[in-house]
Structure formats: C-alpha cells, structure tokens
C-alpha cells in the first residue's frame, strides 16, 4: 500500500492592484450586462473616455453581441455604434439615480 503523500494548501494570489482607468463612479455605480444598458446610463470605457448611452441596445449573431450607439459626454453629437459580448458586465452611473 503506497503511503499518501500530504498535499500543501496553496497560497491565493495576491488581489490585482485597480485599474486606474477603471471607472470611479462610487456608490452610485451599478454593473449591468449590456442587454440592460438604458438611453441616459453613464459608463467609462476602455481608453478612460466617459461616454453616455443614447439608444436602447440591440442584440444580434444570436443573441451573443449587444450593440448600442453612444457618444463622449464631452460631444453628445459624435455619437459612434459600440458593441459588447453579451456576458460582459459593464458598470454604469444611472441617470436621474
């Protein structure tokens, strides 16, 4: 009978540090998925760029892509098409909340 080697717990990883582009929205922040985006909902994208949803969001390729058009708060008239898996979580500042 082989004798049962003990097998050391491993240590957890150490919390990445934040993202400083990550979007600071305190308290108020909520993390929706796409599909839930709503026209007004305030997010900070990848490149730091605080943008303002303007339509409602449409899905398509089978529900698997989320897309909605947005634009900087900086100029709403430069509104561009933005699309999302639809498992990625997004956190937004709601308007009027």
């Known amino acids: 009978m082989k004798a049962r080697r003990r097998v050391r717990p491993k240590a957890r990883p150490e919390e990445p540090e934040p993202d400083p582009r990550q979007l600071e929205l305190g308290a108020s922040a909520l993390t ?6 709503r026209p007004g909902d305030v997010y900070r994208d990848s490149g730091g ?27 709403p008239a ?4 933005i699309d999302w898996p639809a ?3 997004l956190e937004v500042r709601r308007a009027g909340e």
Do not use: C, D, F, M
Request: aromatic share 2%; glycine share 2%; charged share 20%.
């Open 32 to 37: 929706v998925l796409p599909h839930e985006l």
């Open 49 to 75: 760029v605080e943008r303002t949803v303007r339509t409602l969001p449409r899905t398509y390729l089978n529900g698997h892509r989320v897309s909605a058009k947005v634009s900087p708060a900086s100029a």
């Open 78 to 81: 430069a509104a561009i098409e």
């Open 87 to 89: 498992h990625q979580r």
